[in-house]
């Protein structure tokens, strides 16, 4: 009883065979033009996004997947970027001498 159900999916597969393949065709044309849109917002250089582009087209949904997962988007990068260019500077020893709070010298 346990390849009941794969016999039932290879027969529907088959009498369905036309609909089946259409469909896995369409998500592979599908996938090279998305990753050409995708590639523009990740930033990638034009060589990159033509080799994703080839990758996902024979690929379909998977290689899109892939690429979502292994590429970081340009915001999170510049994010990251400003993330550094705002740290405090390093500490040399002068800071024990500046006040807390720059009003509590005008206060006092």
């Not at 390849?3 to 369905?16: A, E, F, N, P, Y």
């Amino acid at each position: 009883m346990s390849g009941c159900w794969t016999k039932s999916l290879v027969r529907d597969i088959q009498h369905h065979g036309r609909l089946f393949l259409a469909g896995l065709l369409l998500a592979a044309l599908l996938g090279g033009p998305l990753t050409m849109f995708l590639g523009q917002r990740y930033a990638l250089g034009v060589g990159r996004t033509i080799a994703w582009s080839i990758t996902n087209t024979l690929l379909g949904p998977a290689g899109i997947v892939t690429f979502l997962a292994l590429n970081e988007r340009l915001e999170a990068r510049a994010g990251a970027q400003c993330e550094k260019s705002l740290s405090p500077p390093p500490i040399d020893g002068r800071e024990i001498f500046e006040p807390a709070d720059p009003y509590a010298a005008a206060i006092s």
